[in-house]
Structure formats: structure tokens, C-alpha cells
């Protein structure tokens, strides 16, 4: 109940930035019209051209939050409020993760809207369950990739100096997106971190994979197009966006402290 | 609530000793921390609310060791504190504000909150303001509004770092007697510069130099290191030097000075020491 309360509020201090708007809403417009008028778009007007828009959306806004939440854990500018914080009985993971989910609720408005749109328009084309399909993307292939995405910033600005923090978390966010098929690493299924989802994507709603199909060289030797896969993808995920935000929040922590 | 500090030592990377050894028994009621700048009254105040854990020493709170992470929760339960600098989140109204301090502080339910955000904001005078952000608010809104905030789920411990500074004579002496009113069976910790404050409000104080204490006793005591030693004279020349001079006023027939000596020119006449005559007399007693 305090997470969520507190993740409200922190929802409404991000709603009422306005720059935060001016950054995110073209980047998210972009990424759609990029999702749109690419030749690598399915084109099957259902499912798997709403995986395609939330995965192009995901990537481009990723980057965008691995720059933006750099100061999440290890504000300087608002020490004072930290301490505030820091004196009330809430452990500190936990007002690290509302804060991370109001914010991250708030900025996930323009994709979904995105999305429910282009499941509205994929129904009114004939596609009944378009709109609880382009939610469930919403919720297994966005938003994983930007919680990632910010847990990852917040971790790096814990760790340096925010400038490089932010080009360190933009860099490692593409390295991580576009070295995934290049260098077939192992790992549990075959790619690197599957930020935007691929396998999630080929698993749960049989789309094509944004990147083409590398041999599962995982160590469970995963066939990559199973929903066990994107099962164990998405529980990865998690762990991944577990790690960041303990390790973030316990070195922010440490580094006022000392 | 019982607050013993033992041997608390606090060493930073690049100042170390920051407090050095500092051993206090904090009694119930108002109690007023001095020391000049970079003393280590917020370093103290940080470690007493668990926001900073000290090098080495304890500071035990009812008999539970603050190192202990539930004995840190229990005490943040109740616990008001108010840092040196606030800065709340811009975009917010007062009463969202402080509904979210009540939200971390565990005040439940939501009509509860909004209850009290209404009347704290009133206490501080702060209830015209009620719907507008903070962003534009001025120094002095944003100060009493820190107050406020510290001040939901009424806390029994309240940490207040140097408060006042910063507001108009009117909303210090408001402040200063909300305080007061908050003492009773509270424990309130109040750092200032303003020894005005202390000798109004505080019944005990403490003085903290260089990381050490340096006093530790009822506010009287303090104006006793000054008693018999502070005098009030118009020499032609300058005063002695070896006389710590408090005060000075221009008047028609020259300056006169307040002095604190052992050694009084012929002229001076005693008066009855105060707070600034006490804690000047204890400052230079250290560094002579
Ligand atoms: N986080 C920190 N890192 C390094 N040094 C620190 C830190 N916090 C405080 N110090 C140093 O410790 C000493 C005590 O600082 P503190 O803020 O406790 O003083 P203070 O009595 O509150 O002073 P003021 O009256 O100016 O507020 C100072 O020399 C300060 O520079
Ligand atoms: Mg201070």
C-alpha cells in the first residue's frame, strides 16, 4: 500500500515535468512512425504488428530513459529530500521502486497510447482481440525493457558521475539492443539480455524476431520460440531489473553515508 | 523518549573527526544545540535520526542500539526531522506534499493525511498557500513548510535543524512558541545560530566545537560561565584585548561595549550575564 501511494505520488511530480513530455512523446511518435513505415514490419494487421510497434518503441525510448533517470538514487539536487525520506520507517528499495513506478507509469502513457490506438484501429480492420493483445504487449515486451532501461540508468548514476552515467547507460542500452544477434553470446537463451523482447516476442505471439534466429546457445539449450522461453526470458527480466535496483539503491545509499 | 549518545565518532572521508568522542544523555523536553559553523551539529543530528550511521560509538535509543535496522525502523516511526536545507519536490501543492510524508510515515488512512496536512498547514501559516506549487514558493514558505513536514504523524522525536533561519521576526517567534507548545513530553533536538531561540525555548543545551562538546547542561548554566565576568563600559580608547567584547553601541558620548572579563577596566559596571554573554565566554575559553 505505501508502494503504490507512494508511487503515486511520485506518478504525479513526473506527470507535471514538462520536459519530460517534450522528450518522450516525439521519441515515442517516431519510434511508431519508424514501426510503420519499415520494410521490416510484418504487415499481418494483428498481433505481431503490434509486437513489432512496442519492440521499435521500446528501443528508442529505452535509450531515452537510460539518459533521463540517471539521478534516481544519488540525487545531489535534492539531498535534502533524500533525507527527508531517509527518515521515515520506508526501506529505502522500497521508495527506490515507487519511485520507478510512478515515474515509469507515467512515461509509458504516450506508447500505450500508441499501441491501444493500433489495436483499436487493428479491430475496427476486423481483428477482435486487438486491444487486450496490444496490451498484453504493453505489459510483457515495453514495459520490462523500460524498466530495464531506467533501473539501468539509476544504477550507473549510483556508480559515476551523472554526466557519464548517462552516456555510459545510453551507450551500454544500444551495445546491449544491437550486439544482441552480432555476437552470439551464451547465455540462458541465447542472447544477450533480449532487452526488447525477441524472444518474448517469438515465444508468446509468434512473431518474427526483430533480429534473425540465432541457434539457442543458452546452457538450457532453449528452443527460442517456445512460451517456456519467453517465460524464462521475462522471469530473467525481472531478476535483471531486481539486481539493478537493489545494487542502485544499496550504492546511493553507501555513497551518502560515507 | 531516552536518547544516549555514547562515544559517537564520525569520521568522513576528507574530514575526519567530524565528531570526535561525543558523549551526550538527551533529556525529554526542548533541548538547544550550539556550535559554530561546521561544529557538527547536522553530522549529530543525521546520526541521531539513522540517516548516517557514526565510525565508531553508539547512540541508543529507549536502550535499542541504533545500528540495530529494526531498532532504526522503530525510531523512524516517530521521528520528525527537518534538514538544514529543503528543497520539497516543486511541482507538488503544500498538501500534496506533506500526504506524501504522511504516506512514508505510515498515516493511514488517506482523509487522515489530508486532515492533518489542513491543520499543520495552518499552524504554519501556510493555509493560503494550500493550493499552489512549491516551486514558487520563497524561502521563508519553503522553510515552514519543512517544518510542517516534519511535524506529520506527530512525532516524539523531532529533529530540527536550524529552523528559523532564514524567516521574518514574526514567524520565528510563531515557530518558536509552535515548538515550545510541541515540547511537553516530546523530545525536540533544535540546532540554530540564534541563541535568542535557545534562551527562550530550550530549558538544556549543548554546544558542540570542532566535533567536541563543549558544554552539556540546563540553558542557565550556560549564561553562568559568563556570571561576574560580564560588564558593560565606555572607555575613551579601545576595550582591553583581553576582553571578549559582545556587543558594541554607538552613542552620542562614544561607543560602549558589552565585555566579558576576568580583568574589567576601572569604569566598567557589571550587568547580568546572558545566553550570548555565556557562550561567547565558553568559546574563547577553548581556544585560550
Ligand atoms: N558528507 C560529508 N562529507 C564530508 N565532510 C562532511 C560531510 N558532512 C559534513 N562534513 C564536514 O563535517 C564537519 C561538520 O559538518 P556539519 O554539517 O555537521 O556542521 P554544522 O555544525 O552543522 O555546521 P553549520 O552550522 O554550518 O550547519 C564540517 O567540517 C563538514 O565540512
Ligand atoms: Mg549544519
Redesign the interface.
Known amino acids: 500500500?505505501?508502494l503504490i501511494?507512494?508511487a503515486g505520488?511520485h506518478a504525479?511530480?513526473t506527470r507535471?515535468?514538462v520536459w519530460l513530455w517534450f522528450a518522450i512523446v516525439p521519441l515515442t511518435a517516431f519510434g511508431a512512425l519508424l514501426a510503420f513505415v519499415s520494410p521490416g514490419a510484418p504487415r499481418t494487421g494483428d498481433t505481431p504488428d503490434l509486437v513489432f510497434t512496442g519492440q521499435i518503441i521500446a528501443l528508442f525510448c529505452g535509450a531515452a530513459y537510460a539518459a533521463a533517470f540517471t539521478d534516481f538514487f544519488a540525487s545531489t539536487?535534492?539531498?535534502?529530500?533524500d533525507?527527508?525520506?531517509?527518515?521515515?520507517?520506508?526501506a529505502p528499495p522500497v521508495?527506490h521502486a515507487a519511485l520507478v513506478l510512478g515515474t515509469l507509469g507515467v512515461v509509458l502513457v504516450p506508447s500505450a497510447v500508441v499501441l491501444v490506438g493500433a489495436g483499436i484501429w487493428q479491430t475496427a480492420a476486423g481483428h477482435g482481440a486487438a486491444v487486450p493483445a496490444a496490451i498484453a504487449v504493453l505489459g510483457t515486451i515495453v514495459l520490462p525493457s523500460a524498466l530495464i532501461a531506467t533501473c539501468l540508468s539509476a544504477f550507473l548514476g549510483a556508480l559515476l558521475p551523472h554526466g557519464v552515467a548517462r552516456v555510459a547507460a545510453v551507450l551500454l542500452w544500444f551495445g546491449a539492443v544491437f550486439s544482441t544477434p552480432l555476437i552470439p553470446l551464451p547465455t540462458l537463451n541465447g542472447t544477450v539480455l533480449n532487452l526488447v523482447g525477441d524472444t518474448v516476442a517469438a515465444g508468446l505471439y509468434g512473431a518474427q524476431p526483430l533480429y534473425p534466429r540465432y541457434a539457442p546457445t543458452g546452457p538450457l539449450g532453449l528452443d527460442a520460440a517456445t512460451p517456456r522461453a519467453a517465460a524464462l526470458s521475462l522471469a530473467w527480466q525481472a531478476v535483471l531489473i531486481a539486481l539493478l535496483l537493489t545494487a542502485g539503491s544499496s550504492l546511493a545509499r553507501a555513497r551518502?553515508?560515507? | 523518549m531516552f536518547i544516549s549518545i555514547d562515544h559517537v565518532t564520525k569520521d568522513f572521508r576528507r574530514k575526519p573527526g567530524a565528531l570526535d568522542e561525543v558523549t551526550l544523555d538527551l533529556p525529554a523536553g526542548m533541548i538547544g544545540l550550539l556550535g559554530s559553523n561546521g561544529a557538527g551539529k547536522t553530522t549529530l543530528m543525521r546520526i541521531v535520526c539513522g540517516i548516517i550511521e557514526p565510525t565508531r560509538g553508539r547512540v541508543l535509543v529507549d536502550g535499542h542500539d541504533l545500528s540495530d535496522r529494526r531498532a532504526r525502523r522503530t525510531l523512524k516511526k516517530t521521528l520528525g526531522y527537518l534538514p538544514q536545507d529543503v528543497e520539497p519536490y516543486p511541482n507538488l501543492t503544500p498538501v500534496e506534499f506533506l500526504d506524501y510524508i504522511g504516506v512514508l510515515k505510515g498515516v493511514t488512512p488517506r482523509a487522515e493525511r489530508r486532515r492533518q496536512a489542513h491543520e499543520l498547514l495552518d499552524q504554519v501559516g501556510l493555509a493560503d498557500a494550500s493550493r499552489r506549487r512549491i516551486g514558487g514558493f520563497s524561502g521563508g514558505m519553503r522553510r515552514r513548510l519543512g517544518i510542517a513536514q516534519a511535524m506529520v504523524g506527530g512525532p516524539r522525536l523531532l529533529v530540527v535543524d536550524e529552523p528559523t533561519a532564514g524567516l521574518d521576526p514574526e514567524e520565528r517567534i510563531r515557530f518558536r512558541t509552535l515548538l515550545a507548545r510541541l515540547g511537553g513530553e516530546r523530545t525536540v533536538i533544535l540546532s540554530t545560530h540564534i541563541l535568542d531561540d535557545v534562551a527562550q525555548t530550550c530549558p538544556y543545551v549543548f554546544v558542540l566545537r570542532d566535533g567536541h562538546k563543549t558544554f552539556a547542561g540546563p540553558t542557565t548554566g550556560l549564561v553562568d560561565e559568563a556570571r561576574g565576568r560580564t560588564w558593560l563600559t565606555a572607555p575613551q580608547a579601545a576595550p582591553p584585548v583581553d576582553a571578549i567584547v559582545v556587543n558594541a553601541t554607538s552613542t552620542t558620548r562614544g561607543t560602549r561595549y558589552r565585555i566579558v572579563t576576568r580583568t574589567p577596566p576601572a569604569d566598567a559596571e557589571p550587568v547580568d550575564p546572558s545566553l550570548e554573554d555565556g557562550y561567547m565566554a565558553l568559546a574563547t575559553k577553548e581556544t585560550s
Not at chain 1, 533525507?83 to 520506508?90: D, G, L, R, W
Open positions: 500500500m505505501t501511494n507512494a505520488a504525479r511530480i507535471r515535468r539536487s535534492r539531498r535534502s529530500m533525507e527527508i525520506e531517509a527518515s521515515t520507517p520506508v521508495r551518502n553515508r560515507s
